[in-house]
């Protein structure tokens, strides 16, 4: 009996102790995501001057949602919003449809009235972990209507654009949260810029047959899929490098931007594609030293580093133009002005996956913990440990925060590497060179693994 009271009395000091936790992690967490409101307030203040200190101001976040399984059955998922001008989290929610004490409660009950009796209290005394009720796929847009509610109270600001993905009906759910303004929409640059991979790559195996000058639409020379990785990347480009960076750009600002993104979008198709007069071919091309079409240094230098044959057959021209036209639409640029993506989102998405593994079932609360020590991680890093610490009255040592700065300044050096110039075109090289080899294996191999092909 001595034993049982004494193993009763351990897991009630654990339980405790992990509630602190959980409390002292979420306290500094929502800490830090006040200090964050702060700052994107100071930035918008700074850019535009004509605004009041004490002024509801509109920002722009980047929002995605992430789920605790793959697929579409998970109990929990988790959102965020990022604020696009400073980077940092400013508001995150986790959503649940399992509560664990109300299963274990269920199968102990002799009767549902006892049951509902006992959930009748647990509710009182909010003791319940589930909020949400419908489906997984459904729980990004409820989420979002939860942050785009509590942004002025939480913030002073309203969530004004909103960057995402268009996986779900988030944006649908929020557009007019605030009264007399609209959400507007803005696109992810890094989702639409593959936008191109795809719909040339639906183009290829769309195309059976020949094509008017006899040949196929694959193989050397023709559309192959490093070639369409390379017209994806100069998209991409034609995009990121017409961007603008100021919080709130005037109309006359994004209409130049967008016109010259179309520009840059349609010298693309004209570069890539063969034609017998080469000024009519590269005339859409930058002109000068500095151009990154090699005819125009040429015609600039007088150097003959141009390579003719590195183009598609005319036959493309008519193929693959519909697809750029599509991919430079005035709305769809419209929302790439500001150069936002969801990369900070999948970064902190991937920090509490890390924490609480997806392949192993974790209860809300630890869902909550990993959640609130992603965010404080992703504003702090390691050294985040030393606050979390302080709360839980126990003071950091020389050792761990001596830890905390060499791993910090680790992951700095690591991160400063793999931004270096150098270092991006390597990694392009060897993604480059691994899709041409698995081309050339296929083109040798021939179909060896089709949905009922054998």
């Known amino acids: 009996m001595q034993h ?18 959980l ?10 995501m006040r200090s964050a409101g702060q700052r994107v307030r ?53 959503l649940s449809k399992e509560c664990r004490k109300c299963s274990l ?21 909010n003791q319940c972990d589930v909020n949400f009720n419908g489906s997984s796929p459904a729980m990004e847009a409820e989420g979002a209507t939860v942050l785009w509610n509590r942004s002025i109270q939480r913030h002073n600001l309203r969530y004004r654009w909103m960057v995402s993905d268009g996986d779900s009906k988030a944006f649908n759910a929020v557009e007019n949260m605030y009264d007399g303004y609209k959400v507007e929409k803005l696109d992810c640059v890094g989702h639409v810029q593959k936008r191109m991979g795809k719909h040339l790559m639906n183009v290829k195996a769309t195309t059976k047959g020949k094509l008017a000058d006899g040949k196929p639409i694959g193989g050397k020379g023709r559309l192959t899929e490093g070639r369409i990785k390379r017209l994806q990347k100069y998209y991409g480009l034609a995009i990121r490098q017409n961007t603008l960076s ?49 005819w125009q240094q040429d015609t600039a230098t007088g150097t003959s580093t141009y390579d003719a044959e590195d183009c598609l057959p005319e036959v493309f021209f ?19 002005v500001r150069g936002a993506t969801q990369n900070r989102n999948e970064c902190i998405n991937s920090m509490v996956w890390v924490r609480c593994p997806k392949h192993k079932h974790h209860g809300v609360k630890v869902i909550r913990c990993a959640v609130a020590s992603a965010v404080c991680h992703f504003h702090n890093g390691a050294a985040s440990r030393v606050s979390v610490m302080n709360r839980l009255s126990i003071p950091a040592g020389m050792f761990t925060k001596k830890a905390s700065e060499k791993k910090d300044k680790r992951r700095l050096k690591k991160s400063d590497l793999q931004a270096s110039a150098k270092e991006k075109k390597r990694r392009q090289g060897m993604q480059l060179l691994r899709t041409r080899r698995e081309e050339a294996l296929r083109e040798a191999e021939g179909i060896t693994y089709e949905a009922g092909s054998f």
């Open 105 to 125: 409660k269920k199968s102990q009950c002799q009767s549902d009235e006892e049951f509902v009796e006992w959930q009748t209290e647990h509710l009182a005394l």
């Open 42 to 94: 100071a930035h918008i203040l700074k850019e535009n001057g004509e605004l009041n200190s004490d002024d509801v101001l509109d920002a722009a976040v980047s929002f995605d949602g992430t789920w605790a399984k793959r697929g579409f059955t998970s109990l929990t998922g988790v959102v965020f919003t990022i604020a696009v001008d400073t980077g940092e989290v400013l508001d995150y929610h986790v």
């Open 246 to 294: 100021k919080a709130n750009p005037t109309e006359r600002e994004v209409n130049v931007s967008v016109y010259t993104m179309k520009k840059n979008i349609i010298a693309i198709l004209h570069h890539s594609v063969h034609s017998p007069d080469p000024a009519k071919q590269h005339r859409f091309c930058p002109v000068g030293e500095s151009s990154w079409c090699r």
């Open 4 to 21: 049982y009271e004494h193993a009763l009395f351990i897991r009630a000091c654990l339980l405790q102790t992990s509630r602190h936790h």
């Open 318 to 336: 008519d193929l693959l133009h519909p697809t750029f036209m599509t991919l430079s639409e005035t709305k769809l640029l419209e929302r790439c």
């Open 23 to 32: 409390e002292a992690l979420e306290a500094e967490a929502d800490n830090e």
